[in-house]
């Protein structure tokens, strides 16, 4: 690179930083298009709209509820991944969606959850069950009776897995048209199958009733046998949006009616977003500083880079309307410290190569060079479990998958183009002495003993593996739960207060919640503020009748609220038992996957097995964490184990690359055990550095954050010191043991 282009290159540079702040700060036009201010946020951080519908027609089954539930979960995903649905009392369903403050808007959108059916022409013996008058299509038979009657509803809503509005491609005029594509399920395929086969020899239409209305009545041209359909007509792209919203909602085993709905305040208090962004400020400015420290001229192109970083990261979370969570944010942090750990890779290579007596250039050229597979490896096998947490995951594993894998792209980006355009650019405007890239001298490096002490890492893993499972029996045993489950996963109670005036959302996190906590002995409350009223919604631990007394009691004593305006209702898990199901089978796929992956490049089984059994290695010791300290399990419980995961396996990746690279230039006399070692020792610099700046970031967040904010950062802190220590202490050594095996079995078959 040429001076002049170094000099053009840090100017755009720092031109880009100064846009991208300038971006995120103000922003553009009058609403600010890409200020931070507008990125979504979720109901933890910043409220929205609660929806709450009674089911129609009697008591309904756990079974139908269950259903309905999950199936209006997978629905509202369509305005938020962090939107969640769970039952209050016995007969009806609450809807909550983050970054919303117009309820009536979403109603319309949503649609009233009603009964969907796809009745056909003619009935059995060729009476029409439906004609055309007045320039609409009615009712010539009430639901009632076609129900009785054979072939006359061919399907209902319940028949139909999914909805939605397209834009195709005409094949006779190439022209685009506006569509909605139907998917049924296996029973809907076959039922749908027969139908479209008898209207098609009939030349008849199957028409689509909702809520005492056709909302579409298309003619059948074949028999569709797949159960993938396309409705075609003149329409535009908003009515097929209507139509396909209509038959997703109508898919529901019950029938609902709106009860009431809510504009409401943040979970988590005003001020745990302002606490958690001034806890990243923080925690990055220290991270800037250590890096500038450790590595001079190269931590400071890297600090660059990290500012780029969070620039692009904000800019995007607007551009691609990605709503902002707890687990969100972690998602962040770990592709920081990706991001400083691809920096901290690169510039310990190019200082082993300046060790070396190499030119500054031509060792940064062998740095990045020699980097590069480590970097790839690492950031592939993460964001291949990303995407398929966004594809098999659902709720809050979803929202995590899309800012884990958007931060992987952005800090591989950054670590391998910003930094490396900002150093060389430094390089090509003089800046060429050794002593600004981090020169020492070669000394001969003392390559500790891990593989020695491998019994003592294995012992010290079991025992905390084991006192994590002695603890769960002790806790069932004593009747507190194995766990201490908060109520997304085993439900709890909600209680509407409604005060003498209105309390904002920090005089209820300063002065009612303490009192709620007090009395209840829940540490984990959860708030939402009904906006314009002085109604407010505490969600707790289920409260039994001495709890809730005590509850009242302090709540119109103390803060003066209508008694008779207290209602408490016992709800759901928030995170149903369906959701559960598609986290453990996405991580499980996800592993598999990783396994695969790790095993491809690699090309050794013993790579890979190594790298899962330590994900499983961490997995088990942060659960022994949560089980011994008591600490909440609920949506952020989620986050926390799939962010561990992610972490872990990049560090371990790390490790194995090093293994890789030196057992093609190993000695003849050189032992296993020594290569090991000395590649374990020879990463430890890059282990204990991208820890250290991933712990600070999230103690920050910790030290600074509201009671919710610590119990996510808590056994998170603990994971990340978790995977350092497997990937160190643990990987290599088992790695070395079934290697070691294939050799013994080799040289016993000789």
């Known amino acids: 690179m040429k ?105 319309d959108e949503l649609g009233q959850p009603g009964s969907l059916y796809f009745i ?19 009712l010539n038979k009430t639901i009632e009776d076609m129900q009785k009657e054979e072939g006359s509803i061919v399907l209902t809503g319940t028949d139909v897995k999914n909805a939605s509005a397209q834009v195709q491609t005409n094949e006779l005029t190439n022209a685009n048209q506006n569509v909605v594509t139907l ?64 038959i997703r909602i109508g898919g529901l085993s019950l029938e609902l009616e709106e009860l009431r709905s809510n504009v409401v305040g943040a979970q988590l208090g005003e001020e745990a977003i302002s606490t958690s962004l001034k806890a990243g400020a923080i925690g990055l400015a220290i991270v800037f500083i250590f890096m500038c420290a450790a590595y001079l001229l190269p931590g400071f192109a890297s600090s660059l880079a990290l500012l780029t970083y969070t620039g692009l990261i904000l800019v995007l979370l607007n551009a691609f309307d990605i709503t902002l969570t707890l687990p969100g944010i972690a998602g962040i942090i770990l592709g920081i410290g990706m991001a400083v750990d691809a920096n901290v890779i690169i510039f310990a290579r190019v200082r082993e190569e300046l060790a070396e007596g190499k030119s500054v250039k031509s060792s940064l050229n062998a740095g990045f060079q020699k980097a590069m597979s480590a970097i790839l ?87 905390l593996i084991v006192v994590g499972f002695v603890f769960m029996g002790v806790n069932g045993a004593q009747g507190k739960g194995v766990m201490n489950y908060s109520l997304e996963f085993k439900g709890g109670t909600s209680t509407s207060v409604t005060f003498d005036k209105e309390y904002t959302l920090e005089e209820i996190d300063q002065e009612i919640v303490p009192e709620i906590e007090y009395v209840t002995g829940d540490n984990n409350v959860q708030v939402q503020k009904v906006e314009g009223t002085n109604q407010v919604i ?62 491809f490049r690699f090309k050794d089984i013993r790579f890979a097995t190594s790298a899962v059994a330590a994900l499983l290695h961490d997995v088990l010791i942060v659960l022994a964490f949560y089980v011994v300290a008591r600490v909440s399990v609920g949506n952020t419980f989620i986050a926390c184990m799939l962010t561990i995961v992610g972490y872990s396996i990049n560090a371990t990746i790390v490790i194995f690359d090093r293994i890789r690279e030196e057992l093609h230039t190993k000695k003849k006399n050189e032992g296993l055990d020594e290569l090991v070692n000395r590649c374990i020792t020879r990463t430890l610099t890059r282990s204990i550095y991208t820890s250290l700046t991933t712990f600070v970031m999230v103690l920050v967040l910790f030290i600074m954050g509201v009671s919710s904010i610590k119990e996510f950062a808590l056994p998170l802190m603990v994971g990340i010191v978790c995977g350092a220590y497997s990937s160190v202490c643990i990987t290599g050594a088992l790695w070395y043991i079934m290697k070691s095996r294939e050799g013994k079995k080799a040289a016993a078959g000789k």
């Open 538 to 599: 505490f969600k707790t631990q289920t409260l039994d009748l001495n709890k809730r007394e005590a509850f009242n009691t302090a709540m119109t004593s103390i803060f003066h609220a209508d008694e008779a305006k207290i209602a408490t209702e016992n709800i759901s898990a928030t995170v149903s038992s369906e959701m559960r199901q598609d986290a453990i089978v996405a991580v499980i796929v996800a592993t598999i996957c990783m396994l695969l992956y790790i095993w």
């Open 377 to 463: 490896d690492g950031n592939i096998t993460t964001l291949i479990a990303a995407f398929v947490l966004q594809w098999l995951g659902s709720g809050t594993v979803k929202g995590f998958a899309q800012t884990l894998a958007m931060g992987i792209v952005v800090s591989m980006f950054t670590a391998l183009v910003i930094t490396r355009i900002i150093i060389y650019s430094f390089y090509a405007v003089g800046i060429r002495d050794k002593k600004f890239y981090g020169h020492a001298k070669k000394a001969k490096q003392t390559t500790v003993n891990f593989l020695g002490k491998r019994r003592l890492f294995f012992g010290i893993s079991v025992l």
């Open 183 to 246: 998917e049924m399920t296996p029973e809907g395929t076959e039922k749908f199958a027969e139908a479209t086969k008898r209207a098609f020899k009939a030349e008849e239409s199957i028409g689509i009733y909702y809520d005492g209305e056709f909302i579409s009545v298309p003619n059948v041209n074949a028999e569709i046998k797949n159960g993938q359909a396309v409705i075609e007509g003149s329409m535009s792209y908003e009515e097929a949006q209507r139509i396909s919203s209509t």
């Open 3 to 107: 001076k002049s282009k170094g000099i053009i290159s840090l100017i755009l540079i720092v031109v880009l930083i100064g846009l991208l702040g300038f971006t995120t700060a103000v922003g553009f036009g009058k609403g600010g298009s890409g200020a931070a201010r507008n990125i979504k946020l979720g109901l933890d951080l910043e409220g929205g709209v609660s929806i709450t519908y009674q089911v129609k027609g009697g008591a309904p089954s756990a079974e139908d509820m269950a259903d309905t539930i999950y199936k209006l979960q997978r629905r509202v995903e369509q305005y938020s991944t962090e939107a969640t649905v769970y039952q209050e009392g016995d007969e009806r369903i609450s809807i909550e969606i983050p970054g919303v403050t117009n309820a009536n808007e979403i109603l």
């Open 120 to 138: 056909a022409e003619t009935d059995s013996e060729g009476k029409e069950n439906y004609t055309y008058k007045d320039g609409e299509y009615v």
